[in-house]
């Protein structure tokens, strides 16, 4: 990919994003019919003197050094780096030391929550994908002009899917800031970054344990407002508070929902059921 060099200052924001679920409408699956879309936003100078620093000695603690990558999927599975796991005393005591580190942590989420099944029925033009990154970057947006912030540079990370995947998102990235969104404005200054997996970024890592996270606490921590003006799928709202339901001022998160949307009963071992409690 070609990245163009602006003459715009940076920002003293980063952005890191994953997905949990897929974003097929041909095909649902019963048990989890979400697809989410996590962006957690870090004040660069909090993310470096802080969080980062936390994350490492976490993981030198509990592994001996710091190329454990921390995925949802693998500690829920307790496989690979997360074996140990197996062991009752030592997962109660990996998963209060991950909940308290991530609590502790200051960032914000943006997150967009899709219930696939009503939002199928809706004949959206766009696929679930299109539409969360969508109203995510609006509120990103949004957020950055209350801050009097949004003429700067931000760049925003994704993790590598393929090639594929990744020419389909730059597309869709660059449409919606290039002012193809409801706002009708263009977002000049955000950048799309890919990393692999194993680039071991903290803040790829922590935005996969909050996009499973998200979806788990959907309909019991968050107070939720319409977003109809920017959406008019009844399968999405957004939800304003803290990252996975602890409160520090000023933190956004975004997820869809429906008043009347039916009870999810997934199996215990489906592969997107996320069984980590951060945060409460």
Known sequence: FCFIVSDMENGEYIFYADESGDHSL???DATYPLFVLTICGFKISEYTQKVVPNFQKFKFRHFGHDMAILHERE?????????FLTDIVQREKFHLELTR???EANFDIFC???DKRIFRSDFFPDNPYQVALSVCLQMIFKRLQRLHRAD??????FEKRGNKEDK???????RIVDGINPLRKPFGGFKLRFADKRSN?????????????????RGSLFETRSVKSCCPSHSIEIVQDKDCGQRKPGNTCSRAHKSERPQ???RPDADREPPIHLGH
């Open 75 to 83: 500690i829920r599975k307790q496989i690979g780096d997360f074996e």
């Open 112 to 114: 967009c929550i899709i």
């Open 26 to 28: 041909t095909s649902v």
């Open 101 to 103: 580190i991530v609590a």
């Open 168 to 174: 389909d998102l730059e597309l869709e990235f660059r």
């Open 152 to 157: 700067l540079n931000y760049h925003f990370v």
């Open 264 to 266: 999810l009963m997934p």
């Open 201 to 217: 970024s903290t803040g790829m890592q922590l935005a996969d344990l909050t996009a499973s996270y998200s979806a788990s606490v």
